[in-house]
């Protein structure tokens, strides 16, 4: 018998995946092509989009 997790929750607040992450070390937050985003060093590995339209996600 396997035991399989439970869904994951999404987080839609990008505000609160800032909060979480930044508190890892090495990792900064900043404005990057206009959006907000994570990065550790130079590599950029979250940001924000901002889009529109019911068909989005």
């Known amino acids: ?3 399989s997790p439970g869904p ?3 987080i839609r607040d990008f505000a609160q995946v ?3 992450l930044e508190r890892d070390a090495g990792v900064t ?3 990057m092509c206009g959006s907000e985003g ?3 060093g130079k ?3 979250a940001m924000e989009v901002k889009a529109s ?5």
């Open 18 to 20: 800032v909060a979480t």
């Open 1 to 3: 018998m396997s035991t």
């Open 29 to 31: 937050h900043g404005k």
């Open 8 to 10: 994951l929750e999404l």
């Open 38 to 40: 994570l990065k550790i």
């Open 43 to 45: 590599s950029v590995f």
């Open 53 to 57: 339209g019911p068909d989005f996600f």
